[in-house]
């Protein structure tokens, strides 16, 4: 969904190894779940998409609002500097990031916390980043002492928690259900005729349907739709959800999304542009649109609360981001101006990320609207 050029793009070597492994993968256990030919594609150790190159920015293949401008990491920690005051300044606290990227947001929130909320820097930064390369680039950009980088969210510390996740949740892989007359199938991936493709498996059982939050008993459902589920992160979110329940704290999620998952929201995307999910598997970025109700349930599983989804646009702009980019905008030349707006544009313009990118807060159980959303906000 990100504006997602490739002037290196990588040897084609590693595509044709994912492809490889795939088809051989296919030829022993036969067609895979959508969800595991997603973690092949990203996650390979040697091959995958995210394991081997830097994906983010003008030179990559996509681009996040992280990215876009400086304005949106400092909101973000205006933010959680805002919770972290409200919840007494907790010196035992830690500072998480889900899928830091570059690291530049994690960066524009320091920077603004050296000024307002300088307690936090001195905070634990505890990192989940499956990525080499990309630790690699996030301890360049965050020069803070005390990182801690975490393969998953198991190992962060059972303390309270002020976190961050910008378009994280889109990229752990996801299952597909496709209806047929009178159930949902999954929907998985084979070889036919030499090439990938998808093929119809084995009905979703009770506790399958269950869990997707579905039944059998639709009467108004198109032939061929679809349905989706992330089966990684309902126990991420108990993770963080479970941590601001006990001990306090405060998580922004923001990704491209809706509030339901009848939906076939797969897509693959290489130097900006779309294209098909089974194009050089291993040189484009996969993402889904996230699922913010089942982001919810988990959190409320968890003993936590969830406050939103908004529009990014709402969100960005209940906080004071036109306030603080005019105020920007005074320290700059005419062509520095017309760049910071044009950066608010693409961060809460509707035709840009404002509407598709949703904002939803993980909160300790209690109520009350915290700042940014508004009492429709709250389920
Ligand atoms: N938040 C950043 C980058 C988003 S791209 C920004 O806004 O610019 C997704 C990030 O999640 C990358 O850093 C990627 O390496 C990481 N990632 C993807 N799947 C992951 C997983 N399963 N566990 C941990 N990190 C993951």
Request: net charge negative; with cysteine; proline share 6%.
């Amino acid at each position: 969904m990100s504006d997602k050029s490739h002037p290196h793009p990588p040897p084609p070597t590693a595509s044709d190894a994912i492809q490889t492994l795939l088809y051989n993968q296919i030829a022993q256990t036969g067609p895979l779940p959508i969800s595991q030919f997603i973690e092949i594609v990203l996650g390979h150790p040697d091959y995958g998409y995210y394991r081997r190159q830097n994906p983010i920015g003008a030179a990559g293949d996509f681009t996040t609002a992280a990215e876009i401008s400086g304005l949106f990491g400092e909101m973000c920690g205006v933010y959680l500097a805002h919770m972290y005051e409200i919840a007494g300044q907790p010196d035992n606290a830690q500072i998480v990031e889900l899928g830091p990227g570059r690291g530049s947001l994690m960066a524009d929130m320091r920077h603004i916390w050296v000024h307002t909320m300088p307690a936090m820097t001195n905070l634990p930064i505890q990192l989940v980043e499956t990525s080499p390369q990309l630790r690699m680039l996030q301890k360049q950009r965050i020069k803070a002492a005390a990182i801690a980088w975490h393969d998953d969210v198991h190992s962060l510390p059972d303390t309270a928690l002020f976190g961050v996740a910008n378009e994280f949740f889109d990229a752990l892989p996801i299952d597909q259900a496709i209806w047929r007359q009178t159930a949902w199938r999954h929907r998985l991936v084979t070889v036919t005729h030499g090439a990938l493709g998808f093929v119809d498996g084995t009905a979703l059982s009770p506790s399958e349907l269950a869990r997707w939050q579905m039944t059998n008993d639709h009467q108004d459902l198109t032939e061929g739709s679809i349905a989706e589920y992330c089966p990684a992160a309902e126990p991420i979110m108990r993770q963080m959800a479970g941590r601001i329940a006990r001990h306090g704290g405060a998580c922004l999620i923001i990704d491209y999304g809706k509030n339901d998952n009848l939906t076939d929201s797969l897509q693959a995307v290489a130097a900006h542009k779309p294209v098909d999910l089974f194009y050089q598997p291993g040189n484009a970025d996969i993402s889904h649109w996230v699922d913010f109700a089942a982001l919810r349930r988990a959190a409320i599983d968890a003993g936590a609360r969830f406050v939103g989804p908004v529009t990014q646009a709402d969100f960005l702009m209940a906080i004071g981001l036109r306030e603080r980019a005019e105020n920007a905008a005074r320290w700059c030349d005419a062509d520095g101006r017309q760049a910071l707006f044009a950066a608010v544009d693409r961060l809460v313009g509707a035709h840009h990320m404002g509407t598709a990118f949703k904002v939803g807060l993980i909160v300790p159980a209690g109520d009350g609207v915290p700042v940014g959303f508004s009492r429709e906000d709250i389920l």
